[in-house]
């Protein structure tokens, strides 16, 4: 078992209406001018946006607004936002939309409150050392950035998407309305699962022993969310299903699944990243619902007791005896889930071919100078074997 | 499933020498006189505080020393803690121990800041609006005080001892070493045992549906506890089990586990508090293994299906079909567990005869004047049936 530091900060106004709160904080957290900052016109359109726009302003609290925040979101728009926190002397950024728009805000919080820009945080060229204050309205349960730690950001110029980890960067607010994400479609709904899946799993498989505790959280939060993610998926207006995946996706990201555990890196998510820096038309989700039951199949004889530990507790496998056996039973009871709920598990499915896997794992390890860690280094030769498993 | 408010700021570094963090911490702060509130020798014998002090010497930090916290913390030196503060300009509080001195050093830290008597805030004659910032360096895996919003004072002048819930009072950090809890003796072991159980069971057992992911989690707490409680107990210096009772005495507290639930009131918390306010030598934890089984058996046929749930999914009850009688079995086995670890499930282990029912009762109805809920209305009379079948 590991030491640990756990701060999750954020105050979590969950329910119908959450988001009638949000200017309310905003006002009695004292901002002079805020920033709304969304993606498409989808949080326009719903009415959404009019509403929060409405209520700052019954609130007596001034705004500007910069939408277009793309899915992977994009290092450009991120300099036109400090640019005009600086202008507008914005001290507050409001985030409305899902994981992409939260990160876009922290980044652009990072940038206008230090003075630089961010991409030499995500570098680790400096350390950011304060932020504005960021708050959202979480329309997609999905990412976990409204209570954790980082946030991801791509810059197409070399292309490279990279995340960043800082307690500076976690939301101060986040207003939670699972009603708000009743018209998120049945595909995105299905790589959400999988993002929020993914990110307790990465926490999940680790070297580390005699870490019950955090183990059957894990497993509780996984078993509510395969449930729920079906559920959602069958009916999207079934309340409670998409309330499940909303609040799972906080505590899946928020360190709770990690504490007392050493979590090296998100492997598979470092996997991902790779795919859709090269293929920005691949949903984080997707990638992930590729490259998990491959990574699993390449790696689980190293660790079988944990792999068969997740079949027999999440999976309902039943306990043969024979941990490989069950290990990879397991495995295949996920593949066979993320295919119920109409994932993609092939990198056919996502119109990728073997000839772009070497410049994806250059990209991953930054041209075979890197390794990844997972039970082992993995460095190109090994990337590119769990690739041709997700053929 | 219930709106919620989710709000666990507190700050948690945990592991060998947690300790060690607390003055660095107050320093950046920014504190200028510190209060350090303790409780009986065992912190001075034990060496902790002299390290403590040395600590805050060495960063420079100013403080002044209040020791003295009984089990159910006292107001009068409550009021002593205030006038403490107030002569000596203390900005923040480090309360070395348990449960107890977290409480007690919450209502200084009431007292302090808003300049009135706290237990008017404790009898809800007031509202606080601000509190002096409270730290701790834990000792005892109990009450979860450490990241809950709430704290009980005793008031002996009349007797009554309350609790009050404000997240004002939730700690700023927590400095969390498992191995300061290796001298906790086997009987306090088993009654922290049973507090931690009790904070996620008050708030499973209630009449809510569809709360999945919340009852998962508190499944997953309630198995991981059951282990580390016996394991504890066995060997004292085991840190994996002193480490998960630790953690899991945070989480079942903080609210983690009443997400999504409407929780009334703790109801066997409320009962012992009756019972521990006319009896000041009953150890909480103690109180609360005597009262629910008794509480359980009274009441699990208005919701055999939790009841069963809970007995299924956290007990290993097989699965009759019979809710009724795989609760009643749930019940049992929780039961033998208390005595396998050394914890009373009679009030004549307390050394508590019938002839003192009515006096308990009447300490939690205000004489029958109040009911308290636990799918019905719980007034003297029912109080009484439950107590009885504490015998």
Known sequence: MNDFLYYAPTKVYFGRGAANNAAPYIKAYGAKKVLLHYGGGSARRSGLLDQIENALKENGIDYVSLGGVEPNPKLPLVHEGIALCEKEGVDFILAVGGGSVIDSAKSIALGAANGVDPWRFTMRELTPTCSLPVATVLTIAAAGSEMSNSHVISNPAIPLKKGLGSDITRCVAAF?????????????????????????????????????????????????????????????????????????????????????????????????????????????????????????K????????????????????????????????????????????????????????????????????SCGKNTIWSFKPLGNREILEIFRLAL
């Open 176 to 296: 939670m309305d699972p009603e708000l994400t009743y018209t998120v479609p049945a595909s995105h709904t299905a790589y959400g699962t999988v993002d929020i899946m993914m990110h307790t799993m990465e926490r999940y498989f680790t070297e580390d022993e005699n870490t019950e505790l955090t183990d059957r959280l894990a497993e509780g939060l996984l078993t509510s969310v395969i449930h729920a993610g079906a559920a959602a998926i069958k009916n999207p207006e079934d309340y409670d299903a998409r309330a499940t995946l909303m609040w799972a996706s906080s505590l899946s990201h928020n360190g709770l699944t990690g504490c007392m555990k050493t979590v090296p890196c998100m492997t598979v998510h470092q996997l991902e990243h790779g795919v859709s820096a090269v293929f920005d038309h691949v949903a984080h989700g997707a990638g992930l619902a590729v490259l998990y039951p491959a990574w699993a």
């Open 298 to 365: 390449y790696i689980y004889k190293l660790a079988p007791r944990r792999f068969a530990a997740m079949a027999r507790n999440v999976w309902g496998v039943k306990n043969t005896g024979d941990e490989l056996a069950d290990a990879l039973a397991g495995i295949e009871a996920m593949k066979a889930y993320f295919v119920s709920i109409g994932a993609p598990v092939s990198f056919t499915e996502l119109g990728i071919g073997e000839e772009s896997f070497a410049e994806i794992a250059d990209n991953i390890t």
